[in-house]
């Protein structure tokens, strides 16, 4: 058995400073969601999808040899074969390549509405939410209003009327679009904006505009980006909507709507000819779904059910 | 509550007049008019047509007469079909609409609800997982694609059920499943998240206590308290099967509204275009109202006054 001694005995010296030390890397709450996001299978395999059609999009239509909008009349409506990987439409041409291009369409569509809508929904949200009273009453009632008018209506209104393209699809879309992230907008700062580190940055002498967007937007991020990621895919839902019903943009561009919209007599014959745009719009949206439901869990893990 | 069906009913009447005026005046924005696109007419021809229509007067006489054709219920002629009237068009498109569109609502509350109710009854097994990979799938295909594949395998593979056309129960299947989808799914989930909810709280616990059998539990106590978010569901419901119709009409060849509008807007048809429009806003805004109202009815805990907002 070992000896005890005096010295056995001696005092640790307790360093006070030492356990205050942070051992572990602290984390911002946006690690933190990257490192619940991690977790969930479903949304990266998602998340991977959408990095992985964004890439093919901007780079696949450098690289073929062919184009979307050559016509080749003795070799329309190809099986897929080795040349023609998607096979051709009922011009012959390439719809491997016509479905990048249309995927560059939808993308833009996608991440556009959702941009000018995260735009406008911020500010005008904030702006009601942060002043309250009258203010408020007023932009929410103009709100409610522009709510009620049925979106697609709308939508297909103002695209009777415009010229067809990218850009009207855009400004139709967004024309009422903003008015959901505005009411989240607005009920988050209704929350923060009686919260002690407002007070805080009032009494320091903030103005209205650093309040709003140096300390109210910024806690309420979480929700407005769970909102943004989910506005995605209705958007590039209502454009191959509209495309599919004649309203998108113009020949010889062509989106997945136009395309399908092109296969479906055909559908019988040359199932092909439908059967891929269909695919690419449907996995694109589950995919855009998927990784917004994944994000609103990962932001709030409250919300997870 | 009188006071604030009032309110409800104001701001109806202003959303529906911003309506009119938005759709009369964008409709007028359209370079050229109606008859540009007949070949080579002779002046006085047009000028007759024209007067005829009473395009010849100045825009604001124009507009008052289109309020007033909106209040009397008097659309006007359509432009390309010389043989009928917009309101002759609504009253032949709209029943098979309201068919259609009755069906597929019943068809997505029932589904869903059931739906919901197993995923959340059966919590993390498979039934779970199923019915929400349902919901999912039902959320991200969109209906014209859900369409075109249900007339590929039913019709055309397996040959069970006519591809197109409306004469009999048979021929409304397809376009109800596929017109239901989206909805279904989105109250399915809805029904899931909060039979989930009410299912952990303690009155359902004492009901369990007491002994009483998991079905009358679910069904006497759960559902009715997990069924009220639902209901504020209906009116963007209604919304999404009316013009989810546009295309699911055009594809299965039924004579509905729906096709009806898709079809005036390819022929630039302006006053159907414009009496659509103005008829779907009508039916949108009072369905919502009355689905508002509805529920503050159903729900006492919900005060009137804010039921308006969220």
Redesign the interface.
């Given at each position: 058995m070992q000896q005890l001694t005096k010295e056995h005995f001696e005092p640790i010296s307790v360093d006070l400073r030492q356990s205050e030390a942070i051992k572990r890397p602290s984390l911002s709450f946006w690690a933190d969601v990257w490192r619940r996001l991690k977790m969930n299978k479903v949304a990266m395999a998602s998340l991977i999808f959408i990095v992985v059609l964004i890439v093919a999009a901007i780079v696949i239509p450098f690289v073929t040899n062919n184009d979307y909008f050559t016509t080749d009349l003795a070799g329309k409506n190809k099986k897929p074969s080795v040349e023609h990987w998607f096979g051709t439409d009922d011009l012959g041409r390439d719809m491997f390549v016509r479905i990048w291009y249309g995927a560059r369409i939808s993308l833009e569509v996608g991440l556009a509405a959702a941009f000018i809508d995260l735009v406008i929904g911020v500010i005008w949200g904030g702006l009601a939410g942060f002043y309250g009273g009258k203010v408020d009453e007023i932009m929410?009632?103009i709100a409610?209003?522009l709510f009620?008018?049925?979106?697609?209506?709308v939508v297909?209104?103002?695209m009777?009327?415009l010229e067809p393209g990218v850009g009207t699809i855009i400004i139709a879309l967004t024309i009422t679009g903003w008015i959901g992230m505005a009411?989240i907008v607005r009920?988050q700062m209704l929350q923060l904006k009686s919260q002690e580190f407002v007070l805080a940055a009032r009494s320091l002498g903030a103005d209205a505009n650093r309040l709003i967007f140096k300390h109210l937007i910024p806690n309420a991020l979480g929700p407005i980006i769970v909102t943004l990621s989910l506005t995605v895919?209705s958007a590039i839902?209502a454009e191959?909507?509209l495309s599919?019903?004649?309203?998108g943009v113009a020949a010889p561009v062509a989106s997945w709507g136009t395309m399908?919209s092109e296969g479906?007599p055909a559908?019988?014959y040359y199932?092909w000819r439908?059967m891929f745009p269909?695919l690419f719009?449907?996995v694109t949206?589950?995919a855009f779904?998927?990784f917004g439901d994944g994000l609103r869990d990962a932001v709030d893990p409250r919300l997870r059910? | 509550m009188i006071r604030y069906l009032g309110k409800r009913i104001i701001f109806m009447l202003i959303s529906l007049f911003l309506i009119v005026t938005a759709t009369f005046f964008i409709m007028k924005a359209v370079p050229g008019g109606p008859f540009t696109s007949e070949k080579n007419v002779p002046d006085e021809i047009k000028a007759a047509l024209e007067a005829k229509y009473k395009l010849n007067l100045p825009m604001h006489e124009q507009y008052f007469n289109y309020l007033k054709g909106v209040v009397t219920w008097d659309l006007g002629p359509s432009f390309t079909e010389k043989s009928s009237t917009v309101n002759e068009m609504i009253s032949r498109g709209f029943p098979v609409s309201a068919h259609l569109g009755a069906q597929a609502l019943l068809l997505a509350i029932f589904g869903g609800i059931i739906l919901g109710v197993i995923a959340a009854l059966k919590h993390n097994k498979w039934q779970d997982y199923s019915a929400m990979v349902i919901a999912v799938l039902g959320l991200s295909v969109p209906g014209f694609i859900l369409a075109s594949f249900y007339q590929y395998f039913f019709s055309i593979k397996w040959g069970l059920l006519p591809i197109a056309k409306w004469e009999g129960f048979e021929y409304t299947i397809l376009p109800s499943l596929a017109l239901a989808a989206s909805p279904m799914a989105f109250i399915a989930r809805l029904t899931r998240s909060n039979m989930i909810e009410v299912l952990g709280q303690d009155y359902i616990k004492t009901a369990r206590a007491k002994g009483l059998h998991t079905m009358t539990i679910t069904i006497k106590h759960a559902i009715r308290n997990a069924l009220l978010p639902v209901i504020t569901y209906l009116g963007p419901l209604i919304a999404n099967i009316l013009t989810g119709a546009f295309v699911i009409e055009r594809i299965f060849g039924v004579p509905g509204l729906g096709r009806e509008f898709v079809l005036s807007i390819t022929n630039r048809d302006y006053t159907v275009i414009m009496g659509t429009t103005v008829f779907y806003s009508i039916i949108l805004v009072v369905m919502i109202l009355i689905v508002d109202v509805a529920y503050t009815l159903v729900d006492p805990r919900i005060k009137l006054a804010d039921a308006g907002r969220e």
């Open positions: 929410m009632r409610d209003i009620a008018i049925p979106y697609l209506l297909i209104l103002l009777v009327v009411r009920g895919p839902f191959s909507f599919f019903i004649g309203l399908s479906l559908m019988k199932p439908l269909a719009i449907s949206i589950l779904n998927l059910k | -």
